[in-house]
């Protein structure tokens, strides 16, 4: 991202300004520029920006992290909504401006494992505002400073749904696999450092294995088809360290009832092969349960964060119907993200005095790391806005 912040600082005071007609001019088309008096009225513009934008970045959860490469096309296939907004006000060389974007979008994904399939939701939410000044006001074109806010809010979500036919029948073979070296523990025949390496590989090899046995999981989780972070990207170890702790409580509570009975010898022997027998059934069912329950769940992570910025936005007026209006923004400044900035750059016509269409091409990066979550990614794309100015 540190390459990006030398790149885009130089397009936003290269190519500095904001989208024109309705939706950044806010100033008479071929006219000399008039004098500025407190009896000059507001003018007012409402738009609807159309963004194409693919995403590309790094999003990472407890430090797994996911290769970002989602096209416009993907996008697309996976919208479940889309909200867009833009406002704007204008007296004399004093100007207000708001837009506010909302993308939601989901993703279903076949695991065929322990885990049968997952389910994910995305939810972005961008919010700017900003106050601008114009510094210089030409006949055909004019220079406005801005400085503002950046306001992002990401969700994201995945539903985990497991196999419970096969999660029983993995709890059964993993149980009666541990069933001898859980004896020989009991017998004090082997340490309790060898039977926690042979408890620990069972598991890899019975469970953890059985998870995602066709890595379908990892690898769509390291590049997914919507912007989302790995959420599930630790749950096989989370779920081996379950299971550990789940045999260790239950070989601490066999081990009590049998040092209770104080047998030796032959007796005791007989009397850990049946408490272990009679316990298998049981801890398999109960496996299963728990397995189930961390295997079938629900993982979240939201955040939100604010970045103050400032930027430049001009506008070229060719004539009383066409002109190009370009935008540059950089902020963050280790507020919210270290780094924020947004380039925008259009051609706009003006169908009416007062409905003006603009198409361009527009780009947001934000590098923000916090409490668990990495969200270093770029939108881009190109946009098509319609508005009225009054």
Same mark, same amino acid.
């Given at each position: 991202?540190?390459?990006?912040?030398?790149?885009?600082?130089?397009?936003?005071?290269?190519?500095?300004?904001?989208?024109?007609?309705?939706?950044?001019?806010?100033?008479?088309?071929?006219?000399?520029?008039?004098s500025i008096t407190q009896s000059e009225p507001w003018q007012?513009?409402? *738009?609807?920006?159309?963004?194409?934008?693919?995403?590309?970045?790094?999003?990472?959860?407890?430090?797994?992290? *996911?290769?970002?490469?989602?096209?416009?096309? /993907?996008?697309?296939?996976?919208?479940?909504?889309?909200?867009?907004?833009?406002? =704007?006000?204008?007296?004399?060389?004093? %100007?207000?401006?708001? /837009?506010?974007?909302?993308? @939601?979008?989901?993703?279903?994904?076949?695991?065929? %494992?322990?885990?049968? $399939?997952?389910?994910?939701?995305?939810?972005?939410?961008?919010?700017?505002?900003?106050?601008?000044?114009?510094?210089? $006001?030409?006949?055909?074109?004019?220079?406005?400073?801005?400085?503002?806010?950046?306001?992002?809010?990401?969700?994201?979500?995945?539903?985990?749904?497991?196999?419970?036919?096969?999660?029983?029948?993995?709890?059964?073979?993993?149980?009666?696999?541990?069933?001898?070296?859980?004896?020989?523990?009991?017998?004090?025949?082997?340490?309790?450092?060898?039977?926690?390496?042979?408890?620990?590989?069972?598991?890899?090899?019975?469970?953890?294995?059985?998870?995602?046995?066709?890595?379908?999981? =990892?690898?769509?989780?390291?590049?997914?088809?919507?912007?989302?972070?790995?959420?599930?990207?630790?749950? =096989?170890?989370?779920?081996?360290?379950?299971?550990? $702790?789940?045999? /260790?409580?239950?070989? +601490? *509570?066999?081990?009590?009832?049998?040092?209770?009975?104080?047998?030796?010898? +032959?007796?005791?022997?007989? *009397?850990?092969?049946? +408490?272990?027998?009679?316990?298998?059934?049981?801890?398999?069912?109960?496996?299963?349960?728990?397995?189930?329950?961390?295997?079938?769940?629900?993982?979240?992570?939201?955040?939100?964060?604010?970045?103050?910025?400032? @930027?430049?936005? +001009?506008?070229?007026?060719?004539?009383?119907?066409?002109?190009?209006?370009?935008? @540059? /923004?950089?902020?963050?400044?280790?507020?919210?993200?270290?780094?924020?900035? =947004?380039?925008?750059?259009?051609? %706009?016509?003006?169908?009416?005095?007062?409905?003006?269409?603009?198409?361009?091409?527009?780009?947001?990066?934000?590098?923000?790391?916090?409490? @668990?979550?990495?969200?270093?990614?770029?939108?881009? %794309?190109?946009?098509?806005?319609?508005?009225?100015?009054?």
């Open positions: 991202m540190r390459t990006k912040l030398s790149f885009f600082a130089g397009a936003v005071f290269a190519t500095v300004g904001h989208l024109g007609a309705g939706s950044m001019e806010l100033a008479p088309k071929e006219t000399a520029p008039p007012f513009t409402i *738009a609807v920006p159309g963004w194409l934008a693919s995403f590309n970045g790094t999003i990472g959860i407890r430090g797994v992290n *996911a290769n970002i490469d989602v096209p416009v096309t /993907e996008v697309l296939q996976h919208f479940d909504a889309i909200l867009a907004g833009r406002v =704007e006000a204008q007296k004399g060389p004093f %100007g207000i401006f708001g /837009e506010a974007i909302y993308m @939601g979008l989901s993703d279903v994904t076949q695991i065929n %494992g322990l885990i049968n $399939n997952i389910h994910e939701t995305v939810d972005l939410t961008y919010v700017d505002g900003a106050l601008s000044w114009r510094l210089v $006001n030409q006949p055909r074109w004019f220079l406005n400073f801005a400085a503002g806010t950046h306001y992002t809010t990401v969700y994201e979500q995945l539903e985990l749904h497991s196999d419970p036919i096969l999660i029983q029948q993995t709890s059964k073979q993993f149980v009666d696999n541990i069933a001898d070296d859980l004896r020989d523990r009991l017998n004090k025949d082997i340490s309790n450092s060898e039977f926690l390496a042979a408890l620990k590989g069972t598991i890899e090899a019975d469970i953890v294995s059985r998870i995602d046995k066709h890595n379908l999981l =990892e690898r769509h989780e390291s590049k997914p088809r919507i912007p989302i972070g790995p959420l599930g990207g630790r749950i =096989e170890e989370d779920v081996a360290q379950r299971v550990e $702790n789940f045999i /260790e409580k239950e070989k +601490a *509570a066999l081990e009590a009832r049998i040092d209770a009975l104080r047998l030796m010898g +032959a007796a005791r022997r007989a *009397a850990v092969a049946r +408490a272990v027998n009679a316990a298998k059934a049981r801890i398999a069912n109960q496996l299963a349960l728990r397995l189930d329950k961390s295997l079938s769940q629900t993982l979240s992570k939201d955040d939100y964060w604010f970045d103050p910025y400032v @930027g430049l936005r +001009a506008r070229y007026n060719f004539n009383r119907t066409f002109y190009t209006a370009v935008r @540059g /923004e950089i902020g963050g400044f280790g507020v919210g993200a270290d780094l924020m900035w =947004e380039v925008e750059t259009v051609v %706009g016509i003006n169908l009416t005095r007062s409905i003006f269409t603009e198409i361009g091409y527009r780009a947001l990066g934000a590098d923000y790391e916090n409490n @668990g979550l990495l969200f270093d990614a770029v939108l881009h %794309g190109p946009q098509i806005t319609t508005g009225i100015t009054f």
